[in-house]
């Protein structure tokens, strides 16, 4: 067998497939490893699962808005968790099964093992020695648990394990509330848990703006205990668990991890790369071209402990992936940033996080959803949304919300941030009547009378009517 390539792709996550892809356009001499399981993370136990999770526990939760629409009955609703359970690693098994489909066809060129670097040309897999003029590195992240916590041993759950159990405990808690934590502690509690949600960070979900991470606090602790602000040990109890941070304490069957993820680089051999590694154990990668220093070698995914979304993985490997196969690297302008939290209502933040701005020299904009008219119309009234403006141009430079159909909204905004456009450009733009973006309407109207004036013409000047149903 031919042992050297153009490009050796190590994992075949998500980073790692993007780079196939390009790296397959260009060569066909090529080679990927991956160690563990085939088909990405995003597909076995990350986004799609727990969105299916969440779409099940949401389904369920309706219920609860019945009786206002007139519909009698829902007292008598029960929900068979073993069933729902099933029906996520049915869909789950359908999206791994797609994934594995890009990789099927390699043949030989698909290895499975655990591969170790011996310079930037060289690397070992199954105790073969390989050379590549190019390597690209994806080997993806796992959730970080605590070296004392692993003795609780299956009372203890991460997303990695959550996704096959046959059933839920009726207590459980969520440790860590970034937006994963936060997202299945509201999706159990939906589903019938009884869940207390721990975090010693004061904000949630990765909220920064203060005014934001207020409302969604209050509105996920309307549904289950949320304490804030300590850290959180755990305890045998009677054969469950005690969690206990500060004062609060809580006893559980169960207990979910969600403390963040680990990039996997144990025993990759960085080292011989020949530069230096900062603290983590991780070398210097240029986000525009995601090359190791100077070196042929290419980090993509999550495993740069940058930002852990798929969509920002895809474009990595796409860079990489492109930039293995040339001389002289390409440098990529990146996506303007974009998080969504699955919660209901949604929280979203979108371009320059708000701890980023000088708060004396942008503007805000804010809208409040509780008299909202199509929000009031859905049984949906409820979260707020902020925008910063630039205070001379009017141009949008971020958001942060927690609202309903904030996933839409931050498309949205994103849009307009990547454009360039300012507040006035957004109100020319057709709101229809009634929508929940009315809600970012409102926003940008209270942004726009702080900004120099346009035209009296301009219909970008129209205003509001100052009426629920009409607003």
Not at 114 to 133: F, Q, Y
Not at 354 to 380: M, P
Not at 382 to 390: D, H, P
Request: with cysteine; charged share 20%.
């Amino acid at each position: 067998m031919n042992e050297s390539y153009d490009v050796a792709i190590v994992g075949a996550g998500t980073g790692g497939l993007a780079a196939l892809n390009e790296v397959k356009k260009r060569t066909s001499n090529f080679i990927l490893i991956n160690d563990g399981p085939w088909g990405t993370v995003c597909a076995r136990v990350g986004c799609m699962p727990s969105k299916t999770l969440i779409e099940a526990a949401n389904a369920f939760h309706t219920r609860n808005t019945f009786e206002e629409f007139g519909i009698r009955g829902a007292g008598s609703l029960t929900l068979d968790i073993p069933a729902a359970l099933r029906y996520v690693r049915r869909l789950r098994n359908d999206f791994v099964a797609s994934t594995l489909k890009t990789t099927e066809a390699l043949g030989e060129r698909a290895i499975s093992g655990r591969a170790r670097l011996l310079g930037a040309g060289k690397l070992e897999v199954n105790g073969r020695e390989l050379r590549a003029r190019s390597i690209i590195i994806a080997t993806g992240s796992r959730p970080v648990v605590p070296e004392p916590w692993h003795a609780f041993g299956r009372q203890l759950l991460t997303t990695d394990t959550l996704f096959e159990q046959q059933t839920l405990p009726s207590r459980m808690a969520v440790i860590g509330l970034g937006p994963v934590g936060m997202e299945m502690a509201q999706a159990l509690s939906r589903l019938g848990v009884n869940v207390a949600a721990f975090d010693q960070k004061t904000a949630i979900a990765g909220l920064r703006d203060p005014g934001v991470n207020a409302v969604a606090t209050e509105l996920l602790q309307q549904e289950f205990p949320v304490h804030l602000g300590q850290k959180a040990d755990l305890h045998a109890s009677n054969g469950g668990m005690q969690v206990r941070a500060g004062s609060k304490e809580a006893v559980v069957d169960s207990v979910l991890v969600s403390l963040g993820r680990r990039p996997n680089i144990d025993n990759l051999g960085l080292e011989t790369l020949g530069i230096e590694l900062d603290e983590h154990g991780l070398p210097p990668v240029d986000p525009h071209t995601m090359q190791i220093a100077d070196l042929p070698v290419f980090m993509a995914g999550d495993i740069n402990d940058r930002i852990p979304l798929l969509h920002e993985a895809a474009d990595e490997g796409h860079i990489a992936g492109i930039n293995a196969t040339r001389r002289d690297p390409m440098y990529f302008k990146r996506r303007v940033p974009l998080a969504i939290v699955f919660t209901d209502p949604n929280i979203a933040m979108i371009g320059r996080r708000f701890n980023s701005l000088d708060a004396n020299k942008i503007l805000t904009g804010e809208a409040c959803f509780k008299h909202q008219g199509r929000a009031r119309v859905g049984q949906r009234n409820k979260g707020i949304l902020r925008l910063y403006a630039e205070p001379e141009s009017g141009r949008l430079l971020g958001a942060e919300m927690c609202a309903p159909a904030g996933e839409h909204m931050a498309h949205l905004v994103a849009l307009a941030i990547d454009r360039s456009l300012t507040v006035h450009d957004m109100l020319r733009l057709p709101f229809y009547h009634p929508t929940l973006e009315e809600g970012l309407r409102s926003a940008l109207r209270q942004l726009s009378a702080q900004v120099p004036a346009c035209g009296k013409s301009d219909l970008a000047n129209c205003d509001a009517f100052d009426c629920e149903a009409l607003d």
